[in-house]
């Protein structure tokens, strides 16, 4: 059985850090793409940030470029989403994705995705 857990969502003022994780199990994780997305109230599920397999090249949204960074740790199955600068548009539910196929998880296609964890930036 397949299983991606976030973890590591709350509530921080604007300019604040939070790191997100996602615990992947049930698949061969190193052989795996990964992404992070998120979804505000109202709005489209949108792409934030996208590592290939083996913790190889990274893409990023424009809207969060330069303040997140997208790691993995293929020892522990996870992937990591070090959020920096935080500001209250970047308040939504954030949701882990597994593919094999990279650019699947470009278009929102993945196979395997998480239940998410709620990021509130407000002060």
């Known amino acids: 059985q397949v299983q991606l857990v976030e973890s590591g969502g709350g509530l921080v003022q604007p300019g604040g850090s939070l790191r997100l994780s996602c615990a992947v199990s049930g698949i061969l994780f190193g052989i795996y793409a990964t992404g992070w997305y998120r979804q505000a109230p109202g709005k489209q599920r949108e792409l934030v940030a996208i590592?290939?397999?083996?913790?190889?090249?990274?893409n990023y949204a424009a809207s969060v470029k330069g303040r997140f960074t997208i790691s993995a740790d293929n020892a522990k199955n996870t992937v990591y989403l070090q959020m920096n600068s935080l500001k209250p548009e970047d308040t939504a539910v954030y949701y882990c994705?597994?593919?094999?196929?990279?650019?699947?998880?470009?278009?929102?296609?993945?196979?395997?995705w998480g239940q998410g964890t709620q990021v509130t930036v407000s002060s």
């Open positions: 994705a597994a593919d094999l196929v990279y650019s699947h998880l470009w278009t929102g296609a993945a196979d395997y």
């Open positions: 590592i290939a397999s083996g913790g190889g090249g990274t």
